[in-house]
Every structure is written in C-alpha cells, then in structure tokens.
C-alpha cells in the first residue's frame, strides 16, 4: 500500500474491474509494471483476477480488503489508545 502505483490501481479497481491493459492506459507507467503490481496485490489477497477469453480481469477481492480495513483499524485503536496515555501522563505531570 506504501507505493503510488500501487494505490492508483486500487482506487481504478474500486470503480470497475479492469484489464491490465486498460489500468497501463490510465497510468504513467508501463504494461509490464502494472502486470508486476497486481502480482503483489494478488499475493496479498487484495486483488484477484478471472480469465475471460483472452484477457485476465482483475478486481478488488473484497476479503482481503475487509482484512487490510481491520488491521488499520487496529493500528489506529492502539495509536489513539497510546496518544490518550501519554496525554493523560503529561497532565499528571503537570500537576503539583
């Protein structure tokens, strides 16, 4: 997720399922690049592909997704949950 390309394939294939050539036509890098980046993003469990004839649709697997959502999720509890500590630190620090 930490790489633009990356998330640029991400927000296309929120909108509709796509070729690789159709994502290499919307995007400033090549065919071959895109075919890498959905390599890692299948390999994540975020994307998955279905041949139709000749052509490889690729698509959000809504799995993977949901799995990436929880663990954001549960960084961001721990991160709010480590802030509110630290805060509640200071004021007692602060305190005479």
Avoid at 65 to 82: G, H, P, S, Y
Wanted: glycine share 6%.
């Amino acid at each position: 997720m930490g790489d633009r390309t990356r998330r640029a394939i991400l927000e296309r294939l929120a909108e509709r399922p796509c070729a690789v050539g159709e994502l290499a036509e919307q995007l400033p890098v090549s065919r071959p690049a895109v075919s890498q980046h959905l390599k890692v993003l299948k390999d994540t469990g975020l994307v998955s592909d279905e041949t139709i004839g000749t052509r490889r649709i690729y698509r959000l697997n809504p799995a993977g997704v949901q799995a990436l959502r929880d663990q954001l999720e549960t960084f961001w509890n721990r991160a709010i949950a480590d802030y509110d500590t630290v805060i509640a630190e200071a004021s007692r620090e602060d305190q005479p």
